[in-house]
């Protein structure tokens, strides 16, 4: 069964870089099948979609986010990361990370837990 | 950017009532269309994609259809597990989309 799980600091200080890992077990993010992505969501709003990695090294981002935002991944950790820096209070949210499949139309059929990350002097 | 409207934003009704919601894009999305449910302090679950296809272990009382840019989420028969926020999404072009979502309470 494949898991996801993100990790992180809690708490980032504004003008500072957010910085979250997803850890995946039970399959591999080298598979072509596969994209790994990032979502978010501000506290009692929305979906929003951030950006996704591919085969290791391709990298999709939402446009409101390009400037600020990296993904990238560790294929010896089976890891996925992101970086969204120069953060505002407008970043606090609970940030995803899920599996987006090919197999299909394109849905996100597996989901971490969730991880909450405030900005915050 | 392909918006998704979704409607109604809230609605309550009883165990054993039959709900729909629908979503729609501002473009055709063809069938990249998915549902997704949210309970409080977790995250999304999906329950069909492809506009239509049920996600294994989803119960049956869940369907999906539609195609182009308007689309439907039925639940036969709600019961009180169903509770939850109910999100659309499109797939069809980056950057992807969600709805606003549809709260659905249990009278």
């Known amino acids: 069964q494949l898991q996801l799980q993100e990790s992180g600091p809690g708490l980032v200080k504004p003008s500072q870089t957010l910085s979250l890992t997803c850890t995946v077990s039970?399959?591999?993010?080298?598979?072509?099948?596969?994209?790994w992505t990032w979502i978010r969501q501000p506290p009692g709003k929305g979906l929003e979609w951030i950006g996704y990695i591919y085969y290791s090294e391709n990298t999709n981002y939402t446009p409101s986010l390009r400037s600020r935002v990296s993904i990238s991944a560790d294929t010896s950790k089976n890891q996925f990361s992101l970086k969204l820096s120069s953060v505002t209070a407008a970043d606090t949210a609970v940030y995803y990370c899920?599996?987006?499949?090919?197999?299909?139309?394109?849905?996100?059929?597996?989901w971490g837990q969730g991880t909450l990350v405030t900005v915050s002097s | 950017d392909i918006q998704m409207t979704q409607s109604p934003s809230s609605l309550s009704a009883s165990v054993g009532d039959r709900v729909t919601i629908t979503c729609r894009a501002s473009?055709?999305?063809?069938?990249?269309l998915h549902w997704y449910q949210q309970k409080p302090g977790k995250a999304p679950k999906l329950l069909i994609y492809?506009?239509?296809s049920l996600q294994g272990g989803v119960p049956s009382r869940f369907s999906g259809s539609g195609s182009g840019t308007d689309f439907t989420l039925t639940i036969s028969s709600l019961q009180p597990e169903d509770s939850a926020t109910y999100y659309c999404q499109q797939s069809s072009s980056a950057p992807w989309t969600f709805g606003q979502g549809t709260k659905v309470e249990i009278k």
């Open positions: 473009q055709s999305i063809s069938s990249y």
């Open positions: 899920a599996r987006y499949s090919l197999r299909h139309y394109g849905e996100l059929d597996y």
């Open positions: 492809a506009a239509s």
């Open positions: 039970g399959g591999s993010i080298s598979s072509s099948d596969y994209y």
